[in-house]
């Protein structure tokens, strides 16, 4: 029998309750033994192409950079625990920054050749995420695989 190939997972988290649920959704609904978890998170930079005119330092962005960076690494533990002591074995983290998280995450998915991505949602209406953007919605639009959003039980 040939060597079967790893369904690979995005799930694309940010430390909210709507990652939360998006987590639970996949561990609940979706994983299959054998699938590779890829956790996503995205850092969202400011765009500094401005810095000058919001008086941004670059010792100011670092510092900002690294305290994100130690807040995202705890989160993602916390996740990577928990998964695993819901039966998902194969997890891994990829904490990244930039100036889009849904152009990220897509990033992501195409590196790691998934077949899926999972998200939450904060449920904004139409108007709202009109005026706000949405990660999901991007993801729904510019995904080259296909995109489950998982939507918060209160939304």
């Given at each position: ?7 690979t ?13 998006a ?9 299959r ?8 998170h995205v ?12 008086h941004?330092?670059?010792a ?10 130690g ?14 002591g819901?039966?998902v ?14 152009q990220?995450i897509?990033?992501v998915a ?25 990660v ?12 489950v959003?998982?939507?918060?039980s209160?939304?």
């Open positions: 029998m040939a060597d079967e190939q790893k369904t997972v995005i799930i694309a988290v940010d430390g909210s309750e709507h990652s939360k649920s987590i639970a959704c996949y561990v609940n609904r979706i994983h033994p054998g699938n590779h978890v890829v956790l996503s850092i969202e930079l400011p765009d500094v192409s401005h810095a000058r005119e919001s941004m330092s670059p100011l962005l670092r510092e900002l950079w690294e305290e994100e960076m807040k995202s690494t705890e989160i993602e533990k916390k996740y990577q625990e928990w998964m695993k819901h039966g074995a194969d997890v891994k983290i990829r904490l990244e920054g930039g100036l889009k998280a849904g990220v897509c990033r195409d590196e790691e050749h998934a077949c899926m991505i999972v998200t939450g949602t904060r449920g904004l209406g139409t108007i709202r995420r009109t005026i706000l953007g949405s999901s919605d991007y993801l729904i639009h510019h995904s080259n695989c296909p995109v959003v998982c939507r918060h209160t939304d």
